[in-house]
Nanobody, 116 residues
């Protein structure tokens, strides 16, 4: 089994920055995709950013140019650098991992609140 633990959320003013971290532990896996999702209160969970094993990244239009996903394989950690935060970025952010066998893993989520 693989466990994902997020950290780095909190309260920040609009225009500020946060960096989320997601540490993977447990058995070794061959990773296909890692991603960050978010879910705002009363809304559906949405994809924020993805990174594939080939190093390709993709972002939701709403965060392009402001958020950056990165992976540190030596530390088994996925990051989401969030700059120029807006009130509409307020949500619970979830780390996601899919292995080469299409098994999916989710973290427990970390709250990000942006005050205007």
């Amino acid at each position: 089994q693989v466990q994902l633990v997020e950290s780095g959320g909190g309260l920040v003013q609009a225009g500020g920055s946060l960096r989320l971290s997601c540490v993977a532990s447990g058995r070794a896996v061959s990773i296909s995709t890692v991603a960050w999702y978010r879910q705002a209160l009363g809304k559906q969970r949405e994809l924020v950013a993805t990174s594939t094993g080939g190093g390709f990244t993709n972002y939701a239009d709403s965060v392009k140019g402001r958020f950056t996903i990165s992976v540190d394989n030596a530390k088994n950690t996925v990051y989401l650098q969030m700059d120029n935060l807006k009130s509409e970025d307020t949500a619970v952010y979830y780390c996601y991992l899919r292995d080469v066998w299409s098994t999916q893993y989710w973290g427990q989520g970390t709250q990000v609140t942006v005050s205007s």
